[in-house]
């Protein structure tokens, strides 16, 4: 069992930089990649949008094409965590953002993740 909290979440203009981080509970958090996803208000019936992943060590990531070059996925085993860096926020980045555990590295579906956070808003202004 992980429990996840997503935190850093806020209002900002376009153009400005935001860090999400996503605290994990248990001692098993290096055994599972992690994931970013995202879902905004308006589109409450679709699933969520995958945003970005990482492996168990942070090796290896990988990102949705909206977000390639903007954001950053990193973590620290060492405590716990998760972070997404976001730089150049642009208002369609306006979304819940949320973190995700799975055990396997590369899935962008989210139902394949097996723990979720309760997200955190992050909002863009034009």
């Known amino acids: 069992q992980v429990q996840l909290v997503e935190s850093g979440g806020g209002l900002v203009q376009t153009g400005a930089s935001l860090r999400l981080s996503c605290a994990a509970s248990?001692?098993?958090?290096?055994?599972?990649?992690m994931g970013w996803f995202r879902q905004a208000r308006q589109a409450p019936g679709k699933e969520r949008e995958f945003?970005?992943?990482?492996?168990?060590?942070?090796?290896?990531?990988v990102y949705a094409d909206s977000v390639q070059g903007r954001f950053t996925v990193s973590r620290d085993n060492g405590k716990n965590t998760v972070y997404l860096q976001m730089n150049s926020l642009k208002p369609e980045d306006t979304a819940v953002y949320y973190c995700?555990?799975?055990?396997?590295?590369?899935?962008?579906?989210?139902?394949?993740?097996?723990?979720w956070g309760q997200g955190t808003q992050v909002t863009v202004s034009s």
């Open positions: 995700a555990a799975d055990r396997v590295f590369g899935t962008t579906g989210a139902y394949e993740y097996d723990y």
């Open positions: 248990g001692r098993t958090f290096s055994s599972y990649a």
């Open positions: 945003v970005a992943a990482i492996s168990r060590a942070g090796g290896s990531k």
